[in-house]
């Protein structure tokens, strides 16, 4: 089934040299526009290098999770996982720019619970926020507003397959099928935080669902000082095909790579960022006329906290309680 999917044909990469060339071009796409409609200089310095609207997409992307992991009610972790892929997807062929991430991420978060059916209320979604309720009113205005932009950028392809159905599947199978591991369940602590970790690199665009579980499982066996290499073998029938199990390996190695390797941007940066990103939409660089809304939350009468005669700014702080 997933080998006949969109995620599979569209959204699945052969490496992260692709993924940097997507990224590029859509900044390099959005420079071109905005210069060619007179907002800015090719080399203005308020616009954002590739390597810097990684960073905050990196930020935001945290931020998601943060306030997927808070919802009320609990959100299952398809469902998390679904709005990160959308999130991933959006940000390979748009620039921050153009669309602030932070009413992005928010979209990402209330199209994946309608996609997953996960059954919660608009009322109930925006609630999460930590806004008064004509605040949170806007709010849902404004994801309204970009839902269907988010849904034409993925091109429709909204099913989006998780690693976390083949994780409980394997463990079955070890269960079952491999009698030398007594209690597999051991391994389900580790190997969770393995897919949290994952969830936050590139993985999920260069991998199949199923590797990506595997890794987790076989990660996880690794740190508990369980050897599983007769699972791969024997139980997977691995032993006499030589090149799928090298093409595996090396795909575990990748994945464990891209977890060493990933860092969050730190603080300092993240607040450099978001400033030169506040200056570019504040200036309305962002070019889509479509939307009656271009700046995220960012502009104060539609979607700030009053107090009394005074009006704060909207802020990340307000995402998540």
């Known amino acids: 089934m997933y080998h006949s999917s969109t995620q599979w044909r569209y959204w699945t990469f052969c490496g ?9 071009d859509a900044n390099r796409k959005f420079r071109c526009k905005a210069v060619t409609r007179g907002k800015v200089q090719q080399n203005d310095p308020i616009l954002l290098e590739p390597h810097e609207e990684l960073a905050i997409c990196k930020y935001y992307e945290k931020r998601l999770l943060d306030f997927c992991a808070v919802f009320k009610p609990a959100m299952p972790r398809s469902v998390v996982g679904t709005a990160c892929m959308y999130f991933k997807r959006f940000y390979l062929n748009n620039s921050v720019m153009e669309y602030h991430p932070r009413i992005i991420m928010l979209t990402c978060a209330f199209l994946a619970c309608k996609v997953d059916e996960f059954n919660v209320s608009s009322a109930q979604f925006v609630g999460n926020l930590r806004e008064s309720p004509l605040g949170q009113e806007k709010a849902l205005e404004q994801i309204l507003e970009y839902e269907l932009l988010l849904i034409q950028q993925l091109n429709f392809h909204l099913i ?77 029938m691995l032993k006499e095909n030589k090149t799928s199990l090298a093409k595996l390996l090396d795909g575990m190695k990748c994945m464990k790579n891209l977890i060493k390797k990933y860092e969050l941007p730190r603080p300092e940066e993240v607040a450099a960022l978001k400033q030169k990103l506040e200056k570019c939409h504040s200036l309305e660089l962002s070019l889509n006329t479509n939307l009656k809304k271009r700046k995220g939350y960012e502009d104060d009468a539609y979607v700030a906290k009053r107090s009394k005669m005074d009006e704060e700014e909207w802020t990340d702080d307000d995402l998540v309680d």
Do not use: W
């Not at 969830?199 to 890794?215: E, G, M, N, R, W």
């Open 16 to 24: 992260e040299e692709e993924l940097a060339r997507c990224r590029a």
């Open 160 to 236: 989006v397959h998780n690693p976390y159905r083949p994780f409980e599947g394997f463990l079955i199978d070890l269960k079952t099928r491999y009698p030398i591991l007594e209690n597999p369940e051991v391994l389900r602590k580790t190997a969770d935080d393995f897919l949290n970790r994952v969830a936050l690199t590139d993985a999920y665009l260069l991998f199949t669902p199923s590797q990506i579980a595997l890794t987790a499982i076989l990660s996880s066996g690794s740190r508990a000082g369980i050897n599983m290499e007769s699972y791969l073998s024997e139980s997977l």
